[in-house]
């Protein structure tokens, strides 16, 4: 006989081969099952599991549940030690499959090939359980075990998107409204599936863009580098960079490329110089790193050198946090590189203030060569300093490290007993968000699994359906969800609470890249960097996230941006987005307008201004109110703006010059 199952040894020859095909797959309970060999010829393209290259053949099997149960399905056996299997779970039928577990190599027995994932069932519903040839078609066995059901801490619900381009890992808010929106490239086009306010679902808007040489496939990252206040683009392709800029409306842009060879890898915005604008930064492969400098105009000049120059590259996966809490981006770069080479060491680069960087890896204990493409950091013990996740993409030269910031430049390994040492799944992508609003930072790494946060540096690993990708609110629900080529898997809310801070850079960057943004309650602190581009391929938000668990007040909110501003919002409304302008809650008496003064405040008919400097123009004047919505753009051509309109209140009012420089204020209208 070809092959069986322990519970079906009495069934006719042809029951025994209808396991070939999904349309006869063979239905089974709980307990033991063999697998003689893979070779029924239904190909499997439908992957819910974290590897992503599809299989030619394929054994199928159906299973109905008659009670609810948290199910465990494992080839992760000692009877089958040196064998490497996968396997995909669905819903649906066999005309239209859906996604909804499955597992590649999460197993620990043997090479540590093997495959395991648990997940909750309802009665009734049937799943179709498919094994796969794409490592080895040989036989193996396999337990289905039904255990009570396990409440689960966090699940995810799909839903499909009309999404096309070559493209789509992109979950950032492209048109200035503080949603998520997702964006899809292509070398002739952005889709942008903007997210509706107020209502479910997105708008689908389709902009040409000419001339893109470079897509991004190998990484992408957003922000407002031309400071228009609409987020740009840049594309990490294998043969160097593209960047995509708006023109001053967010329904135009433009492509810039750069002629220079670059193969690309991690891309980030970032504030290099601290100069206000955005500077971006691409990891090289095979040579010295490379970053582009703003001018302020946001035209951008190509640097080659002087932020990870080991000249065989094996620059991976850049991250920008600051690591020792002195108000300015460092840099780590994740490393990967084969064989005997220092190009695999990773790299900490610390940001000395003034433009320039030194390499403190192995003074901070941080140079390791793990083969790793991306690390996360967050504050994971909530003590006020960022540690970090290195995980490897390869168990060459070690696995995953968990290193614990001592808050005195430098780290400690505390790998040992903290889940990290015994979790085998292997993958490019890492990033540090919390998913279920606990208020402690859990890590989405490698094999569908989301490593939730105990509270005490130790981490419990949580199968999930979907697989590492970009990261956002996408339902405006304080949740954050998933997003997988044109699938949205939604986070399904529970009981805890949230906050979302929003950030309008003026005398910093737009999107306040680079700020520290704090939290303070009944927990003690939390924080957060504003990032683009972590992880190694996708970006994320740029919106900050925090949940507080089952806490309702926070007693403060603190932004510290990286020009040095601090805003202090006291007591703010839970489960709520929180809009904050830079310098919006300085006193009335402090004027930044750099060269203009302005009069008389408080007002209730006119703002004017005044320059020391008889060369210098107003270009606009935007006034918010204090929630950070926008009540007024003006021209102010005869250095004067009309406030009659207004309600009575306190407003934030940004003065724009005519080299493009911002600076901010605070009035009274009554």
């Given at each position: 006989?070809k092959k ?5 040894l ?7 081969n209808?396991?070939?095909?999904c349309a006869?797959a063979?239905p089974?309970?709980a307990g033991s099952?063999?697998?003689s060999v ?7 393209t439908i992957l819910?599991?974290?590897?992503t290259?599809?299989?030619t ?9 008659t009670?609810?149960y948290t199910?465990t399905?494992?080839?992760?056996l000692a009877?089958?030690?040196g064998?490497d299997t ?9 005309t239209?499959?859906s996604?909804?577990a ?7 027995i043997g090479?540590g090939?093997?495959?395991?994932s ?5 009665a009734?519903t049937?799943y179709?359980?498919a094994f796969d040839?794409?490592w ?6 396999f ?5 009570p059901i396990?409440?689960s801490?966090?699940s995810?619900s799909s ?11 992109c ?8 949603l ?9 086009q952005?889709?942008i599936l ?5 209502s ?6 389709t902009?040409?863009v ?6 991004p496939?190998?990484s992408i990252?957003?922000?407002?580098y031309?400071k228009?206040g609409?987020?740009?683009?840049v ?9 995509i800029q ?6 135009t842009y433009?492509?810039v ?8 890898q991690?891309s980030?915005?970032?504030?290099i ?7 971006a ?8 790193n490379v970053?582009f400098?703003?001018?302020g105009?946001?035209?951008?000049s ?5 932020l990870?120059?080991h ?7 850049s ?5 020792d ?6 840099l780590?770069?994740?490393k990967?590189r084969?064989?005997?080479t220092?190009a ?7 940001n000395?203030g ?11 204990n941080?140079?390791?060569p793990?083969q790793t493409w991306s690390?996360a950091?967050g504050?994971f013990d909530?003590?006020?300093d960022?540690?970090a996740?290195?995980g490897?993409s ?15 430049g430098?780290?400690s ?6 889940g990290y ?5 292997m ?5 540090a968000h919390d998913f ?5 930072v859990?890590v989405f790494g ?5 490593m939730?946060?105990?509270g ?6 949580h199968?999930?359906?979907p697989?590492?990708g970009?990261?956002?609110?996408l339902?405006?629900?304080g949740?954050?969800?998933?997003q997988?080529g044109?699938?949205?898997?939604y ?17 910093s960057?737009?999107n306040?890249?680079g700020?520290r943004?704090e939290i303070?309650?009944?927990w003690?602190k939390?924080?957060r960097?504003?990032r ?5 391929r996708?970006?994320?938000?740029l ?5 507080i668990g089952?806490e309702t ?5 603190i932004i510290?941006?990286?020009?040095g501003v ?5 007591n703010?409304t839970t489960?709520q987005?929180l809009?904050?302008?830079e310098?919006?809650t300085?006193g ?6 750099g060269n203009?003064?302005?009069?008389p ?5 006119f703002?004017?201004f005044?320059?020391?400097n008889a060369d ?5 004047v ?14 102010a ?10 309600e009575?209140g306190?407003?934030?009012i940004?003065?724009?010059n ?5 600076h901010?204020?605070k009035?009274i209208?009554?």
């Amino acid at each position: 006989m070809k092959k069986i199952t322990l519970l079906l040894l009495g069934m006719i020859s042809w029951m025994i081969n209808a396991q070939d095909t999904c349309a006869t797959a063979v239905p089974i309970t709980a307990g033991s099952h063999i697998v003689s060999v893979i070779d029924g010829p239904t190909p499997i393209t439908i992957l819910c599991g974290p590897n992503t290259t599809n299989a030619t053949l394929s054994e199928w099997y159906t299973y109905t549940p008659t009670n609810n149960y948290t199910v465990t399905i494992t080839t992760d056996l000692a009877i089958n030690s040196g064998k490497d299997t996968r396997f995909n779970v669905y819903t649906g039928n066999c005309t239209s499959l859906s996604c909804f577990a499955g597992d590649d190599d999460s197993g620990s027995i043997g090479n540590g090939f093997l495959s395991i994932s648990s997940f909750n069932v309802t009665a009734g519903t049937t799943y179709y359980i498919a094994f796969d040839n794409r490592w080895n078609p040989s036989g193996f066995t396999f337990d289905l075990i039904e255990q009570p059901i396990v409440a689960s801490a966090l699940s995810f619900s799909s839903q499909s998107v009309a999404l096309t381009g070559a493209y789509n890992n992109c979950v950032v808010d492209m048109n200035g409204d503080n949603l998520d929106d997702i964006v899809s490239v292509s070398a002739t086009q952005l889709q942008i599936l903007q997210k509706n306010s107020g209502s479910a679902g997105f708008t689908t808007v389709t902009i040409p863009v000419t001339n893109v040489i470079n897509q991004p496939s190998w990484s992408i990252a957003a922000g407002d580098y031309n400071k228009d206040g609409y987020n740009d683009l840049v594309l990490g392709g294998g043969n160097g960079a593209t960047f995509i800029q708006t023109a001053n409306n967010g329904t135009t842009y433009n492509s810039v490329n750069f002629a220079q060879y670059i193969f690309c890898q991690r891309s980030n915005f970032t504030d290099i110089n601290k100069d206000g604008n955005l500077d971006a930064f691409v990891c090289h492969d095979v040579d010295p790193n490379v970053y582009f400098m703003n001018n302020g105009s946001g035209v951008l000049s190509y640097i080659q050198g002087g932020l990870g120059d080991h000249a065989e590259g094996g620059n991976y996966g850049s991250i920008w946090v600051d690591y020792d809490n002195d108000g300015d981006s460092d840099l780590f770069i994740a490393k990967c590189r084969g064989g005997a080479t220092t190009a695999n060491i990773n790299e900490l680069h610390r940001n000395n203030g003034n433009g320039t960087f030194t390499n403190v890896s192995i003074a901070a204990n941080m140079a390791d060569p793990i083969q790793t493409w991306s690390s996360a950091w967050g504050d994971f013990d909530n003590d006020g300093d960022m540690d970090a996740l290195v995980g490897a993409s390869s168990n060459a030269n070690g696995m995953h490290k968990l290193m614990r910031n001592n808050g005195d430049g430098t780290f400690s390994d505390v790998t040992a007993g903290s889940g990290y040492d015994t979790f085998a799944s292997m993958g490019v992508e890492h990033v540090a968000h919390d998913f279920n609003n606990d208020g402690f930072v859990d890590v989405f790494g490698a094999g569908n699994k989301i490593m939730l946060n105990n509270g005490n540096m130790t981490f419990t690993p949580h199968s999930v359906t979907p697989t590492n990708g970009p990261i956002g609110d996408l339902n405006n629900d304080g949740f954050l969800d998933v997003q997988n080529g044109n699938v949205i898997y939604y986070n399904n809310p529970n009981a805890n609470n949230w906050i979302k801070i929003n950030l309008k850079g003026i005398q910093s960057n737009s999107n306040g890249i680079g700020a520290r943004v704090e939290i303070y309650g009944a927990w003690g602190k939390q924080i957060r960097d504003v990032r683009s581009g972590d992880g190694f391929r996708n970006m994320s938000t740029l919106n900050t996230h925090f949940g507080i668990g089952t806490e309702t007040q926070i007693t403060q909110v603190i932004i510290k941006w990286p020009s040095g501003v601090v805003d202090i919002i006291a007591n703010p409304t839970t489960n709520q987005a929180l809009t904050v302008i830079e310098g919006s809650t300085l006193g009335i008496a402090e004027n930044n307008l750099g060269n203009f003064t302005m009069y008389p405040n408080p007002t209730n008919d006119f703002i004017r201004f005044n320059t020391v400097n008889a060369d210098e123009k107003i270009k606009s004047v935007t006034i918010y109110d204090v929630s950070g919505k926008l009540v007024k753009k003006d021209s102010a051509s005869n250095n004067s703006v009309s406030v009659q309109e207004l309600e009575n209140g306190t407003y934030v009012i940004i003065l724009e010059n005519h080299l493009g420089k911002k600076h901010s204020s605070k009035f009274i209208k009554n």
